[in-house]
């Protein structure tokens, strides 16, 4: 099996960062290559950049059948673009927001997610509410930190996720921490040891959602929401 990560910023070291954790937990079978679209933004931290991230993503997965791979996630927390990923392939193509938000809902009954900037609180919250999980969203808590400080300064960053996920688990009754942003996805072990409740890497929950749809030989359905497709001489750049 091969799965196409798509990280639609320009960071390589963020890059880096999701290709060593997500090599640690995949199958031995299963092939993980992580990317960065040509022409990406630095960085996705507003409805401009997951506009300017879109197109250029976009391309990667409408090729990737013919690259051979068997699956695509979408490596930022937003989701940039998917639905429109999913009309462009037949191949099963995987959120890490949608992935970690229902995998923390199937072992919690109330979860908090813990974002980068305050300004892209209300994001989490929206996307909550339409997979239909907003009355088990306990909270979306931002750590005040740019995206690109999440593959910095590693141990300042864990103890700012301990911190406010912390006040997340008292004060907001989360039982379930979900980590917000690819760039700090492989901190989620060391912050579920220190704070005593599950924290899910979205990066993790995304390929093994893709190693199970794939062995189930299941996609996204094209009876309704996905049922369009792209015009043959569409170009995405």
């Known amino acids: 099996m091969r799965v196409l990560v798509i990280n639609p910023n320009a960071s390589v070291e963020m890059s880096d960062v999701i290709r060593e954790q997500l090599h640690a937990v995949a199958r031995p079978d299963v092939q993980v290559d992580v990317v960065n679209p040509p022409g990406a933004p630095p960085a996705i931290e507003s409805a401009l950049d997951e506009a300017a991230c879109v197109p250029p993503m976009l391309q990667l997965v409408r090729e990737a059948s013919d690259r051979g791979y068997d699956a695509v996630v979408i490596a930022c927390f937003s989701d940039p673009g998917l639905d429109a990923a999913r009309e462009a392939t037949d191949l099963p193509v995987v959120g890490i927001q949608d992935a970690a938000m229902h995998l923390a809902a199937q072992i919690g009954y109330r979860f908090s997610v813990l974002t ?16 239909g999980l907003d009355r088990r969203l306990a909270s979306c ?15 300042q960053v864990v103890q700012k996720i301990v911190t406010i996920g912390r006040q997340a688990i ?3 009754g989360a039982e379930v921490l ?13 912050a579920s040891q ?16 893709c190693e199970t ?15 369009a497709r792209p015009r043959e001489d569409l170009a995405f750049t």
């Open 116 to 131: 980068t900037l305050a300004h892209r609180a209300p994001l989490r919250e929206r996307a909550a509410l339409l997979a």
């Open 141 to 155: 808590r931002p750590l005040d930190l740019p995206v690109l400080e999440t593959v910095v300064n590693r141990e």
């Open 170 to 172: 008292e004060e907001d």
């Open 178 to 190: 979900v980590l917000g942003c690819a760039g700090l996805g492989d901190l989620a072990l060391r």
């Open 194 to 209: 220190e704070l005593g409740v599950p924290v899910i890497d979205p990066n993790a929950a995304a390929l093994k959602l």
């Open 213 to 227: 749809l794939v062995d189930l030989r299941l996609s996204h359905s094209r009876a309704g929401l996905y049922r």
